[in-house]
């Protein structure tokens, strides 16, 4: 392909100019205290959030309302509420492409080669705050899709876990409206949902392999029967602990998962400085978390 | 496997004719040998007279300055503001860069706008991670990122039918082109860019980048930029501003040998969030390719 440069007076991009700096200073904060990053090109989504915020607590500037996250007494309930609005209207089947791409050509190919030798064929992969269904019932169909191909001869099972039993009511309903269903193509809309009055619900067989329980991640007992997990999906879940609670669950999360596991996270959603038992991998286009110990696991 | 279409010896043979390939544009090299000059000796006017010269390198110079990823928001809508506003050493870089790309050949197998991305991706990786760790000299690293994958020009020039045959297997494999490169010709852009690199006289630490991005514990002397830029480079194909195809693999950045070289010279680095510093990639990653698009179109 050739290329030329562009006419030799192009016109000039108009810059919206430099962000608030207190735009800035709630991003930051926002991500100290709750492991979420909006970087700068989002940073106008940020704001409208906050906008938001400030529309309600009756207030004019982003300067008020660092102050509101900051020094007033309602600052831990507002740093919900801000939490709230940034990862509203997210869920939706398909929601994260590059997560879902790197699983299915990185991490499947990695743990089935590690669990390859051993007698058991059999995946588990635990969807934890799985909200109104939306992932866990994603993460099966991209497994079913994968059944003939590289799971040929594995069985496996999807745990999906929330605290509000609302959702969970929502989950086992198995019927999505417009909004959820906007990222399905047509192919997984035919073979995995049926029409129901301008909904879809979920076939049988796409709700078979998934089980649905109500579980708080920082119930001890409970946490500790999650056994021999291949893969966690938390996502937009730990943002909303404090350190001492995300610490906890992820000490959990550890124990729960098999040494060739992996953690994946929301978007732009960090574990730094909560711990040193996982470390960051960088996948195409996306991050996950792998214990630490997996490499000497595995060259041992 | 080694699938080697030819002998080593025979495409070193072929790369040795580097002499031959285009040269830059002719007000370049007048108007770089002036901004080697001490800054306090520069004069903004006949810096402006010489790029006027070239509408393409004036027109580029407009974009730039008015990107906010130079950090101006400012219109700047004159040459003379946008060489004030650029500096004179973002300016070397813009002219250095524009002047590349120009010798990305016309029916190249890798598209002249995804090469561009990438270079410049590179390029404002490195400066950043640069700043982040501490590094001696954020502008010699963004210079480093700009310029390291010389070789791909040469080997799209010099030999294209086996570089179509790499890029071919890296796409269907989804593995790094170098890896291909080593499978198919024996040899990496690594080596074929550092003939260049030595024929355009850059300086030893860019011959260096340039020669072991790829492999920065085997650079002659600068190793920790070669590992800077190496790392940078590797952020930019995993974060999906690479070659043009997704590598499937995983990374473990504190694991590459590139990253305990650059640890050994910026201690601070070990301090480095990654998560966050990749997060914030994403941000002017998504700039540059609007940027880089804005700039280039097909004809």
Known sequence: MTTTISSPMPQIAKSAGPPDPYLVKVRDLVYQVAGIFQPDNKLHFLEDRCQRRLKELRICTLREYYDCLTVKPIRQAELVSLLNEITIGETCFFRNQPQLDALRHVVLPAILEAKGKLPLRHLRIWSAGCSTGEEPYTLNMLLMEEAAGQLKNWTFEILATDLNERSLAHCKNGVYGDYSTRNLTPYYRQKYFDSTDNQLRVTSRLRGGITFTRLNLLDDARMAFMKSIDVIFCCNVLIYFDVLSKRHVIQHFYNNLLPHGYLFLGHSESLFGITDEFRLVHLPSTTAYVRSQHRQAVSR | ?299
């Open chain 2, 1 to 299: 496997m080694t699938m080697t279409v030819c002998s080593k010896e025979a495409l070193l043979a072929r790369l040795a004719k580097v002499d031959e390939m285009p040269s830059i544009p002719v007000v370049v090299a007048p108007l770089l040998r002036y901004l080697e000059q001490p800054l306090d000796q520069l004069d903004v006017n006949k810096v402006v007279d010489l790029l006027s010269q070239d509408k393409s390198l004036t027109a580029q110079c407009l974009h730039m300055a008015n990107s906010p990823l130079w950090g101006h928001w400012q219109k700047v809508d004159s040459l003379r503001n946008a060489v004030v506003a650029l500096g004179f050493q973002r300016l070397r870089e813009i002219v250095i860069s524009c002047s590349i790309l120009k010798l990305v050949p016309g029916k190249a197998q890798i598209d002249p706008i995804v090469f561009w991305e990438h270079s410049l991706g590179c390029a404002l990786v490195c400066r950043q991670f640069a700043r982040r760790v501490n590094f001696a000299s954020p502008e010699k690293a963004y210079l480093g990122g700009l310029l390291h994958d010389l070789g791909i020009i040469v080997n799209l020039w010099l030999l294209p039918r086996e570089f179509a045959t790499v890029l071919d297997m890296a796409q269907r494999q989804r593995i790094p082109l170098h890896e291909a490169e080593l499978d198919v010709l024996g040899l990496t852009h690594c080596e074929s860019g550092q003939l260049l690199a030595r024929r355009w006289a850059l300086t030893d630490d860019i011959i260096d980048v340039v020669g072991y991005h790829h492999h920065p514990e085997k650079a002659p002397n600068h190793k920790a930029l070669a590992a800077l830029v190496g790392l940078s480079d590797l952020l930019c194909r995993m974060g999906g501003i690479g070659h043009g195809f997704p590598e499937m693999r995983q990374v473990n950045f504190l694991e590459e040998p590139g990253f305990a070289l650059l640890r050994s010279e910026c201690p601070s680095s070990s301090d480095l969030d990654w998560a966050r510093f990749t997060f914030e990639l994403e941000g002017y990653l998504d700039e540059v390719r609007c940027l880089v698009r804005q700039l280039y179109r097909p004809a």
